[in-house]
């Protein structure tokens, strides 16, 4: 029971060295954040590597919560939602997502899509496939108007359909197009992801 104790308190210590030596290494931390927000950015560091999220992009959200010259509290409050939204994410995807992908998934579940159907298009695409662009220009089209719905469908037509990166970039801007000379966001996404997803190649054999 001892031995366990100890191993328990060890771990402790281990997760929550990650923002202190950060601090410990970036005068900027120390020097622009004070106790009580580096306190309370420390216990959200250490709840999100417990549960397994990564800890990089959170912290690249304190350093552009200090670029824009955000004070304490609204630092935390955006750490504490990213790493909510991240987590979200993180219980769908599984361990096998990459940081990249974690990170365009939490800006799809900020932008209003439920985590669930992101967790459908992993599974969908299969593991070899990256989602990180297809979850970033989800996100992108509901934030210029798409519904959650039409949007989700229409990327998820295209992931579908294998549709490669190219594609899925030439659809983002082509919606993003449609909506600036006036097209409804809806009907852009969806006529332009008929557009984009990949045709099958035709069968060439002669028939005998």
Same mark, same amino acid.
């Given at each position: =029971?001892? =031995?366990?104790?100890?191993?328990? !308190?060890?771990?402790?210590? @281990?997760? +929550?060295?990650?923002?202190?030596?950060?601090?410990?290494?970036?005068?900027?931390?120390?020097?622009?954040?004070?106790?009580? %927000?580096?306190?309370?950015?420390?216990?959200?560091?250490?709840?999100?590597? #417990?549960?397994?999220?990564?800890?990089?992009? !959170?912290?690249? /959200?304190?350093?552009?919560? !200090?670029? =824009? $010259?955000?004070?304490?509290?609204?630092?935390?409050?955006?750490?504490?939602?990213?790493?909510? *939204? =991240?987590?979200?994410?993180?219980?769908? !995807? +599984?361990?096998?997502? %990459?940081?990249?992908?974690?990170?365009?998934?939490?800006?799809?579940?900020?932008?209003?899509?439920?985590?669930? &159907?992101?967790?459908?298009?992993?599974?969908?695409?299969? @593991?070899?496939?990256?989602?990180?662009?297809?979850?970033?220009?989800?996100?992108?089209?509901?934030?210029?108007?798409?519904?959650?719905?039409?949007?989700?469908?229409?990327?998820?037509?295209?992931?579908?359909?294998? #549709?490669?990166?190219?594609?899925?970039?030439?659809?983002?801007?082509?919606?993003?197009?449609?909506? &600036?000379? $006036? #097209?409804?966001?809806?009907?852009?996404? *969806?006529?332009?992801?008929?557009?984009?997803?990949? %045709?099958? /190649?035709?069968?060439?054999?002669?028939?005998?």
């Amino acid at each position: =029971m001892r =031995m366990r104790t100890t191993c328990s !308190l060890l771990t402790i210590l @281990l997760i +929550g060295s990650a923002f202190r030596s950060t601090e410990a290494q970036d005068p900027r931390l120390s020097n622009r954040l004070d106790a009580p %927000t580096r306190k309370a950015l420390s216990a959200i560091v250490d709840s999100a590597r #417990a549960q397994g999220i990564p800890v990089e992009p !959170l912290m690249e /959200k304190v350093y552009q919560g !200090l670029a =824009m $010259g955000a004070d304490g509290s609204r630092i935390v409050v955006a750490v504490r939602s990213l790493t909510f *939204e =991240m987590g979200n994410a993180h219980r769908v !995807l +599984g361990a096998v997502a %990459t940081t990249d992908e974690l990170k365009a998934a939490a800006s799809a579940v900020h932008a209003g899509v439920p985590a669930v &159907e992101l967790g459908k298009m992993k599974k969908q695409s299969g @593991l070899r496939r990256s989602l990180t662009l297809p979850f970033t220009v989800l996100a992108d089209i509901v934030s210029r108007g798409v519904p959650v719905s039409a949007a989700t469908n229409a990327i998820k037509s295209l992931v579908g359909a294998g #549709a490669k990166d190219k594609d899925i970039s030439d659809f983002q801007r082509n919606v993003s197009v449609d909506i &600036e000379q $006036g #097209a409804q966001p809806a009907a852009a996404a *969806e006529t332009r992801a008929k557009g984009a997803a990949p %045709t099958p /190649k035709a069968d060439n054999r002669e028939h005998e």
